[in-house]
């Protein structure tokens, strides 16, 4: 069995839990929460950088972060999810990148609002990765994800579903088309609603 260090409200491990479900490996992963906080936690072990997810394999060896982890099941799924066909591939892994890219930015602004007391707080900092979040949710809503599921929709997926759980879905009243596109893709991968946190 391969293990999967995970945390349930994590967007990137939620990503490689439906990636894993819809390549039909979940019967062979063993899903173990982990926390990044507590130094005895063997996270930091099996991870230096002591970030979720990360995936130990059979042998012991260990892969992280979520991109290499997704490529890695998806060479196992027989190549499901990440086109090898270079006119899609790149495509796809774009896609991929700017929904990691909403979590990243999304993550920045959830540890400044709720790590930090508020005279602390840098609005600046603030507003700076709210921008990116605004610019990628534009440009989502103007070429919603389309065609067969792939890892850049699972990530377009996870990163608004991470907005739902830590901003109180603000962004739905802005970009109508993506929560049309965000409901179909529920529907469409059961696993989405089977993850959520």
Same mark, same amino acid.
């Given at each position: 069995m391969m293990i999967l260090r995970y945390s349930p409200a994590s967007p990137y491990a939620r990503k490689i839990?439906? @990636?894993?479900?819809?390549? +039909?490996?979940?019967?062979?992963?063993?899903?173990? *929460? $982990?926390?990044?906080?507590?130094? +005895?936690?063997?996270?930091?072990?099996?991870?230096?950088? +002591?970030k979720i997810p990360t995936l130990i394999l059979e042998d012991g060896a260990s892969l =992280?972060?979520?991109?290499?982890?997704?490529? =890695? &099941?998806? =060479?196992l799924g027989g190549g499901k999810l990440i086109p090898a066909d270079p006119a899609r591939r790149f495509d796809v892994l774009r896609l991929q990148a700017l929904g990691d890219g909403v979590n990243?930015?999304?993550? &920045?602004?959830?540890y400044e609002t709720a790590t930090r007391r508020p005279d602390l707080r840098d609005?600046? @900092?603030?507003d700076l990765q709210q921008g990116k979040i605004d610019r990628a949710l534009a440009t989502?809503?103007? @070429?919603?994800?389309?065609?067969p599921v792939t890892i850049g929709q699972i990530a377009v997926a996870c990163a608004l579903g991470y907005?739902? &759980?830590?901003?109180?879905g603000a962004w739905r009243a802005k970009y109508p088309g993506?929560?049309?596109?965000? *409901?179909?893709?529920?529907? $469409?991968?059961?696993?989405?609603?089977a993850t959520k946190a």
């Open positions: 839990r439906i @990636a894993a479900d819809l390549l +039909g490996l979940t019967p062979r992963i063993d899903i173990v *929460a $982990a926390s990044t906080t507590d130094p +005895g936690d063997p996270l930091r072990e099996q991870n230096p950088l +002591g =992280y972060d979520s991109r290499v982890i997704a490529d =890695y &099941l998806d =060479y990243d930015a999304a993550l &920045l602004i959830r609005q600046d @900092a603030i989502l809503e103007n @070429a919603p994800p389309s065609g907005l739902d &759980l830590r901003f109180e993506l929560v049309a596109w965000l *409901a179909a893709f529920e529907t $469409a991968v059961p696993a989405f609603g």
